[in-house]
């Protein structure tokens, strides 16, 4: 089992990194924005997944990057990229502190519930101070640089599409592997253990709220990447990525693929994407099949779509 | 003074509104544990489903004047969605509270497209007629009679919740029930029942909520996803599952909204969630909640 989960993220990676020879560069800009979302939802299932607790929230953090990305380059001209990731993921961490202090004395609806209306404080903030956040218009956002290289000889689409995209998927792998490693250490397992039985493992020495705060940050960080990435997509950073319907599709990606994995967020980003995408290419009511979508996975199939893969495969091998 | 009277007056009205949604959301999370995003999605319904009824009485030649008992039923009628949509609840009450959250959600995302196939993307107005009922007017204070009326029908309503929780049977089954769903259910309650005509409660409160407030304003597709942040203000500063808290709340979050739109519109829902956030932080459980872990 080991060595085929192994197998199958090395071919995943090697066809996400062969994608843009096969595809045309209207999908690619698709698969960018999934590519964004499955970082994202990286941070955001160590905290839904592994520490056991929802946020209603956390389309903050891809906001907090989104503007970072936004503020950081068309402000104060910062081009290079991998300051605009480390900056806007460090303000992503510190606007999580406070939020995190406050929302960890919580579980279950409570913390979802105090963590959406932190969110939407600061969709209110973002929509109602023009003069700072552009209101419902945004900030723009510019090309960053690349490893110090700017690509000045290609235009927009050829950037997104290729070194952009090579960087981004790179960095998935990267952050991915991290994550891995932070889930497997001894932290990931004090997180679970606090979320399988919160009392005994404080008497067994957890800090459960310290534990929690932690991971709340790193998922905050992981957040405010997939923002900045996203931002750098569109071009844009508007009110809406911090809306408490945006980090409904968060919970709905991490829910489709299947949260008790760890992989299942990510397979979770990419089918969500493909969905809407290609159900608002068929029919301007997208809307309510997503939601027809989510019904079924939510009643029929709770594991999600990893979790049905791994129910055919033990069925294949027992037969 | 005139603008002082207009802006409690505006946020009494919206308070008592509000209330009607936060009842609903309040008496589902009191009995099922169940917090209801589609809350909103119901008051919308409400609003689009009330200008469509009192356009068909007009045309079937009721006198226009008649509009706000057409409003009241039409709004008591799309209750019957209720238990259809409680039947589908069922699956997940026994689920992870992620499930139960999400699946709520999916409601909103669908309910969304049903409003557009229905009643298009623009948003929908009923005209003028509120104005049918004329203005009170007392010195130089001017009251629209309709605004009155509403919130003198939401005060209704609420003693007529108030009064059937604690003085009729099913009302005290009802909240034995929400105390100790093993226990009714040993003591013969049949639980199933109560579920299904609780939520249908809900729902036509949320709803009803709806179809008084379109004369005053306009039935926009934003309507949902927008009421929704301010009921769940209210609940959580009155406190989730407290039914004198859904009220408190009410009023706080209708006289801040309308307090800060006229004079620092900046503030609007800013002020709110900082409400909601102080009393978080001091009174976890609300103003009127019992407390949480």
Not at chain 1, 237 to 263: K, Q, R
Not at chain 2, 82 to 96: H, Q, S
Not at chain 2, 119 to 131: E, F, K, R, V
Not at chain 2, 194 to 201: D, E
Request: glycine share 10%.
């Amino acid at each position: 089992m080991r060595t085929a989960v192994g197998v199958l993220v090395l071919a995943s990676l090697a066809a996400l990194f062969a994608l843009p020879s096969v595809l045309s560069a209207y999908y690619i800009t698709l698969v960018l924005p999934a590519v964004a979302y499955a970082i994202a939802l990286l941070g955001f299932n160590l905290l839904f997944g592994y520490t056991g607790l929802l946020s209603f929230g956390h389309a903050l953090y891809v906001a907090v990057g989104a503007y970072g990305a936004a503020v950081l380059s068309s402000k104060l001209g910062i081009k290079s990229f991998e300051l605009v990731l480390l900056l806007s993921g460090a303000a992503a961490v510190a606007a999580a502190i406070p939020v995190a202090l406050l929302s960890v004395r919580y579980e279950k609806i409570f913390f979802g519930i105090l963590t959406l209306a932190f969110g939407m404080l600061f969709h209110s903030f973002l929509f109602k101070f023009y003069d700072i956040t552009g209101g419902d218009t945004g900030i723009r956002v510019l090309r960053p640089s690349l490893f110090g290289n700017e690509f000045k000889d290609l235009d927009k689409t050829a950037f997104l599409v290729g070194p952009f995209y090579y960087y981004c998927v790179g960095l998935l792998a990267v952050l991915g592997f991290v994550m891995w490693r932070i889930v497997h250490s001894p932290f990931g397992l004090h997180l679970v253990a606090s979320r399988e039985n919160r009392r005994k493992s404080e008497y067994l020495g957890v800090r459960v709220r310290f534990f929690r705060l932690i991971a709340f940050s790193i998922s905050a960080f992981y957040c405010a990447v997939g923002g900045a990435i996203l931002a750098i997509n569109t071009g844009q950073a508007d009110p809406e990525l911090a809306y408490w319907t945006h980090s409904g599709e968060l919970v709905f990606m991490a829910v489709l693929g299947g949260f008790a994995n760890f992989f299942g967020p990510l397979v979770g980003a990419f089918t969500f994407i493909f969905l809407k995408s290609e159900l608002m290419g068929i029919t301007q009511f997208w809307r309510f099949w997503l939601g027809l979508t989510l019904i079924v996975i939510v009643v029929l199939f709770p594991r999600g779509l990893v979790g049905l893969g791994q129910d055919l495969w033990t069925r294949l091998h027992r037969q | 003074m005139t603008s002082f009277f207009d802006i409690v007056l505006g946020g009494v009205f919206h308070a008592a509104v509000l209330f009607l949604v936060a009842a609903g959301l309040q008496l589902v999370f009191g009995v099922q544990k169940i917090v209801n995003l589609a809350c909103g999605s119901f008051y919308a319904l409400g609003a689009y489903f009330g200008i469509s009824a009192v356009n068909w009485a007009i045309a079937a030649g009721v006198p226009p004047a008649l509009f706000l008992p057409v409003l009241v039923l039409s709004g008591i009628l799309l209750g019957a969605i209720g238990p259809f949509i409680e039947a589908l609840l069922l699956t997940v009450y026994k689920r992870d509270e992620a499930f139960q959250l999400l699946l709520t959600f999916a409601l909103v995302l669908m309910f969304q497209d049903v409003l557009r196939y229905f009643w298009g993307a623009n948003p929908q107005q009923l005209g003028d007629i509120a104005t049918q009922y004329g203005k009170i007017v007392v010195g130089t204070l001017q009251v629209p009679t309709y605004n009155v009326l509403v919130i003198l029908a939401s005060i209704a309503i609420a003693l007529g919740i108030g009064a059937f929780l604690q003085k009729t049977n099913f009302g005290r089954i009802l909240r034995a029930t929400a105390e100790n769903r093993e226990m009714a259910l040993a003591l013969g309650v049949n639980v199933r029942v109560m579920y299904a005509s609780v939520f249908t409660l809900g729902t036509m409160l949320g709803t009803v909520g709806g179809a008084l407030v379109v004369p005053t304003a306009a039935a926009s597709l934003d309507m949902p996803v927008e009421l929704v942040v301010e009921a769940f203000a209210v609940v959580v500063i009155g406190g989730l599952g407290s039914m004198r808290g859904a009220l408190v709340g009410a009023l706080i979050v209708g006289l801040m909204r309308a307090a800060a739109i006229s004079w620092y519109a900046e503030l609007e829902m800013l002020a709110i969630y900082l409400v909601v956030i102080v009393v978080l932080v001091f009174r976890p459980a609300g103003l009127f909640g019992k407390a949480v872990e």
